[in-house]
C-alpha cells in the first residue's frame, strides 16, 4: 500500500509532529521523505494542545505524528486531510480511536516496546531500592535523621580502619537491613515485551522466576527461563510480585484485595504498568496492616498524586513519578520505528507496526 497525494507525488506532504522526535529522524522526514513538517514537541510546551488548538493545527494536514494529545472520532472528522497517524507511544488506543481510524481508511503506526528495557531497568532498580532501604535510606540521611558528630575510627584496634555508622541497636546497619535477591521468587505478571526483559535482568540475581500471562504457554515461558503459574499461586509463591500488564478490560482492577491477602507477610509488590490494574486502597490497607513488607510504585490511581497522599508517608514504600519509562534511549527508539514504517508506507512496503492491519487490505475510503 501506498499512501500518496492526489497526484501521486508523497513529497512536500504537509505534516505534524505533536510527539518529541529524535533530530536524525526529524531530518529524515524533511530531507529523504520530502515531507513539509510543522514540529511542536510536548517537551517543549507546558501539556497536551486542548481539542481547539489541536484541531486548527490540523487544517491540511496528511501525516500526523502523536505523542499524547487526543486523536478522537471528532477530530478525525474535522481532519479531512489525513492520511497516516502516527502515536510514538506502545498502546496507540490510550489516546486514538483506532476504530474510526480505521472506518476512514488511515493507518495508524504505533511503536511497541519503545520502553520495554527502559521499564525494566526502573523495575529492578524499584525492587532493589524498596528491599534494601536504598531510597529510604536516603531520604533519612537528607533529612537529618542519620547525620551526626563523625567518628574517625570507630573500630579502634584492627589492622585496618572501619569506620561506619555504628553497628548497635538504632543504628542503620541494624534498622535498614534487608534481604538479598539470590534464591528468592519473582513472580513476573504479564510476560510480553517488558515482562520478558525483566525476567532476563532478574536472572542475574539469581532469583527463581515465576509468571502469570493467560496469551503465553508454558513452553513460551521456559524460553525466558519463568514457570508458568496461575495468578493465584504466583501470589502465594513469591517474596515479589511485579506487574506488567496494559490495562484492558481484562486486567482492570487484576490485583485486588484477595491478591493482596495471599501474599506472604514477607513479600514486596512493584508496580510500573498503570494505576488502573490494581485496588490502591487494599494495596494501602495491607500495607498499613503490616501484611506486606513493602511496595514500590511508580503509577498511581490519579496522578499527580495529592501531597497529602497516605502513600507518601509509608516509610516501607518507595514512590516515584511515572519515569519507568522516561530513558532518554526512548525518544531514538520511537523515532526510528514510526520514520520507518511511515517510510514504508509512501514507498510501497509494508510496515512492521500497525494497529489497523485492515487498512492495507482494502481502501475503506471508497472514491471520495
Given amino acids: 500500500m501506498s499512501i500518496a497525494t492526489e497526484s501521486g507525488d508523497t513529497e512536500a506532504m504537509k505534516t505534524l509532529i505533536t510527539a518529541n522526535i529524535d533530530d ?6 524533511e530531507s529523504e521523505l520530502g515531507l513539509d513538517v510543522e514540529y511542536h514537541p510536548i ?7 486542548d481539542t481547539d488548538e ?9 501525516i500526523l505524528i502523536v505523542g499524547f494529545e487526543g486523536v478522537s472520532e471528532e477530530v478525525l472528522d474535522v481532519a479531512e486531510d489525513l492520511r497516516i497517524v502516527a502515536c510514538t ?10 476504530s474510526a481510524a480505521t472506518e476512514r481508511g488511515i493507518p495508524v503506526l504505533y511503536a511497541p516496546g519503545r520502553n520495554a528495557v527502559s521499564v525494566a531497568d526502573f523495575t529492578l532498580g524499584l525492587i532493589l531500592a524498596v528491599t534494601r532501604h536504598i531510597a529510604h535510606s536516603h531520604h533519612l540521611l537528607h533529612t537529618g535523621t542519620y547525620t551526626g558528630e563523625p567518628q574517625s575510627d570507630s573500630a579502634a584496634g584492627g589492622e585496618r580502619e572501619d569506620v561506619t555508622w555504628g553497628v548497635a541497636n538504632g543504628s542503620p546497619y541494624v534498622e535498614l537491613k534487608g534481604p538479598e535477591l539470590e534464591d528468592k521468587t519473582l513472580g513476573i505478571v504479564g510476560l510480553g515485551a517488558i515482562g520478558q526483559r525483566v525476567a532476563e535482568r532478574a536472572a542475574g540475581f539469581g532469583v527463581d522466576l515465576v509468571g502469570y500471562d493467560p496469551y503465553i504457554d508454558a513452553e513460551g515461558m521456559a524460553e525466558w527461563g519463568v514457570e508458568k503459574v496461575d495468578l493465584d499461586e504466583l501470589c ?3 517474596d515479589i510480585v511485579t506487574v506488567h500488564v496494559p490495562v484492558t478490560d481484562a486486567t482492570r482492577g487484576l490485583i485486588g484485595a484477595e491478591e493482596f491477602d495471599l501474599m506472604a507477610d514477607s513479600a514486596y509488590f512493584i508496580n510500573t504498568a498503570r494505576g488502573a490494574i490494581i485496588d490502591q ?18 503509577v498511581y490511581d ?5 501531597d497529602d497522599h497516605p502513600l507518601l508517608e509509608m516509610p516501607n514504600v518507595v514512590t516515584t513519578p511515572h519515569l519507568a519509562g522516561a530513558a532518554e534511549e526512548v525518544i531514538d527508539r520511537h523515532s526510528e520505528m514510526i520514520v520507518d514504517d511511515i517510510d514504508a508506507l509512501l514507498n510501497d512496503g509494508e510496515p512492521a507496526h500497525l494497529a489497523n492491519e485492515e487498512v492495507l487490505a482494502a481502501d475503506t475510503r471508497g472514491d471520495d
Wanted: glycine share 12%; hydrophobic share 40%.
Fill in 302 to 306: 490519579e496522578e499527580p498524586l495529592p
Fill in 54 to 62: 489541536f484541531i486548527d493545527l490540523l487544517e491540511g494536514v496528511e
Fill in 89 to 98: 507511544r506502545g498502546g496507540p488506543d490510550a489516546n486514538v480511536d483506532i
Fill in 43 to 49: 517537551a517543549e510546551r507546558e501539556g497536551r494542545f
Fill in 24 to 29: 536524525g529522524n526529524l531530518h529524515r522526514l
Fill in 236 to 238: 502465594r509463591s513469591s
Fill in 281 to 298: 486502597d487494599a494495596l494501602q490497607a495491607e500495607l498499613e496492616a503490616g501484611t506486606l513488607r513493602g511496595a514500590a510504585l511508580d
